[in-house]
């Protein structure tokens, strides 16, 4: 491989360094691209656009690879467990087992939020999405801890605000449902685990004596782990974005969270439950909504479907098909929505329009499925994605750091006015 690009502009040439991954990727290195040659490069949408070096995660999305830290997502749904996966991505080696039992111990011990943060959350209408509830929460942390606002503080500081967030983050997203329903919130159970403990402040009713359901409990912890990272996606560069101006981790998170909510990105799973629903509502003809989501001039598109590097297919959604599979079964639940998932599916592999351009089922596509067996009401499926994404944000914020990355400040091409003269107001 040459280890240099060549750029020739305005009869010059010039050498642009070329730069390898350890899984041999390659990236023409552009950072002294204005200083040497006075052009810049333009890319909506960071089609084309290393914004960073990372050792976190490995995708390829031609071949459908996807590894946190080196292992494969497929060997890590099977074998591990959501907080095992959280310690792997945040501190790079998978724990020994006085190391997983401690990051647990500290996790379930910070699982209580200020009571405070109760009156906040009682501002809320009824009908606030969970999400906006959530991003608010988290930011809300800021104010509780005003020491993690400073993120240049000792790696034992920033751990503790890295321990905290972990642990309340599953105790607002249940009150963010419990605000949604009109019921009072139930507070952390520390004898329980990470997954229970959640599902507990979840559903449990005043007075009822909860009982977790184990199969329930085992479909959560290996949806968060499929969702846990996914290298610099729209929310996680938001995160690396926001945290390189050194704000806060907490307010990073927060505008992560924002991030993901929109339809493009972790709204999906909301948007194809909706549209399942739309489909049954309608007749349940999935030919008519494959024809609607070819046509150009209906803004309609098959969400769960197509992804911006996954060309081949999405490996995340291969286990999560055979997961909702599995989970339907063991619960009993026999989902229409799941065989107009399945028949949409079937179709759009065969049709010209989504082989040719390699549109497959994304990550997205059977979750919301299977959080509705769980019980989990749709407007919460982008809060379960934020719950099993928030190891992936820490670290990818605390790499960012650690390498001292500069401020993220793209730039543009000005397509507006040239200088024109400012004319009073009653002459205009
Ligand atoms: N249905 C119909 N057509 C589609 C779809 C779809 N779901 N996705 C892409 N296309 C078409 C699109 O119209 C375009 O056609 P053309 O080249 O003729 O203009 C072509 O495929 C390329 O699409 P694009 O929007 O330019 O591709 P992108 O990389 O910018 O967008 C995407 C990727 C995921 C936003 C897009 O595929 C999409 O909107 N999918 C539906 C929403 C969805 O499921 N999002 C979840 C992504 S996975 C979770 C996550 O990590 O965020």
Redesign the pocket.
Known sequence: MSDHAKLSYAGKDYDLPVIEGTEKEIAVDISKLRADTGLITIDP?F?NTGSTKSAITFLNGEEGILRYRGYSIEELAEKSSFLEVSYLLIYGELPTKPQLEHFQNEITTHTLVHEDIKKILDGFPSNAHPMGVLSSLVCSLTAFYPESLDPNRSAKEVDLSIIRILSKMPTFAAWAFKNQIGHPVNYPDNELDYDSNFLKMMFALPAEKYKVNPVVAKALDTLLILHAD?EQ??STSTVRVVGSSQASLYASISAGINALWG????G?NQ??LEMLEQIEKDGGDTSKFIAK??D?NDPF????????VYKNFDPRAKIIKKAADDVLDQLGVDDPLLNIAKELEAIALKDEYFVE?K?YP???FYSGIIYRAMGIPTEMFTVMFALGRLPGWIAQWKEMRENNEPIGRPRQVYTGENLRSYVDVNKR
């Open positions: 949408g089609k996914h996606n729209c339809p493009l990105h972790g999906a948007a194809v989501a070819k150009k598109r098959l969400m769960g479907f197509g992804h911006r351009k549109l994304n990550v997205d």
